[in-house]
């Protein structure tokens, strides 16, 4: 499918020259300072509505792309726009209140994400608490008491389960509670680091499902780093081939998996075992 521009043409994220460089530690204290690049030179265009899929080897810079991306880290060069506004990753956490108001994120382990001594409703309820919002858009702890009920709902857990605590959940619960509270606030930007690695095939299936639900029904904009070629070619309609921090090769999904133009990605492709995401996923 074809993504949905702005009417200016505009993408809802875009990146130019992104570098992210990290100091080595001095093994002497002659020793000339070193550093060693994690990313070099990205560029990278998200159109709204899009589902972009980022693949590549561990270490390849995925990670660190999409951190860049949300400001969850800084970068030593070059700069990230979201929706035609510079994003200042320096800027500290109450001038970012209007990105974090269109973003969410969604991490690997659902486990590790979720604060074991937090009940589920306060995990997703957190977001709206940070932003001051409420139900549709309005502050007040009522509102947000409904709105945590009703994203329950979308991602498929009762109601009744807010008053308990991730470890009385299941993998697969647990990162619908993580989306839950990724989609709370009602983003336009929806980024997953590896969410669906450490669950298990079943599971992974019922997950790619709720992703392609909230695309169509919220029209939200994906950008997913996955391992599973499988899950990118069923969610995703561009992808984005990393090597050593740095983007190697990009283009719709189909041309990409199919024909790839990269020597890397041909072998990347071929190394890569492809899970069937399943008849779920359809």
């Known amino acids: 499918m074809s993504a949905p521009l702005r009417q200016d043409g505009t993408p ?13 530690p001095k093994a002497t204290l002659f020793e000339r300072a070193r550093t060693m690049t994690a990313l070099e030179d990205a560029d990278i265009d998200v159109h709204a509505g899009s589902a972009v899929g980022i693949i590549g080897e561990s270490g390849s810079g995925k990670s660190t792309l999409v951190r860049l991306l949300l400001a969850l880290d800084t970068p030593s060069d070059g700069v990230v726009e979201f929706d035609g506004r510079e994003v200042d990753a320096a800027a500290g956490a109450r001038a970012l209140h209007w990105l974090r108001r269109d973003t969410g994120m969604v991490f690997q382990d659902p486990y ?25 858009g309005e502050p007040g702890a009522e509102g947000r008491r409904e709105r945590v ?39 336009r930007l929806l980024v997953g680091d590896e969410p669906m690695s450490a669950l298990d095939v079943t599971v992974r299936a019922q997950i790619l ?8 029904r919220d029209d939200l904009t994906l950008v997913l780093v996955s391992h ?29 998996l199919l024909e790839p133009q990269v020597a890397y990605t041909r072998r990347l492709l071929a190394s890569i075992p492809v899970i069937d995401p399943g008849p779920a996923a359809s």
């Open 12 to 24: 809802l994220l875009r990146a130019r020259g992104l570098t992210r460089r990290h100091p080595i």
């Open 112 to 136: 590790s994400s979720l604060d074991p001594r937090m009940s589920v409703r306060r995990i997703v309820g957190e977001p709206l608490w940070a932003l001051g919002l409420g139900h549709d």
């Open 149 to 187: 009920d009703e994203v329950l709902a979308e991602v498929g857990l009762e109601p009744d389960m807010a008053d308990r605590y991730p470890h009385e959940f299941s993998g697969g619960q647990r990162q619908r509670i993580a989306i839950a509270r990724a989609i709370v606030h009602r983003p």
């Open 209 to 216: 499902e709720l992703l392609a639900d909230l695309r169509r």
């Open 228 to 256: 599973d070629i499988g899950v990118v070619q069923s969610l995703c309609d561009e992808v984005v081939v990393m090597k050593d921090g740095r983007i190697v090769e990009e283009g719709p999904t189909e041309k990409v």
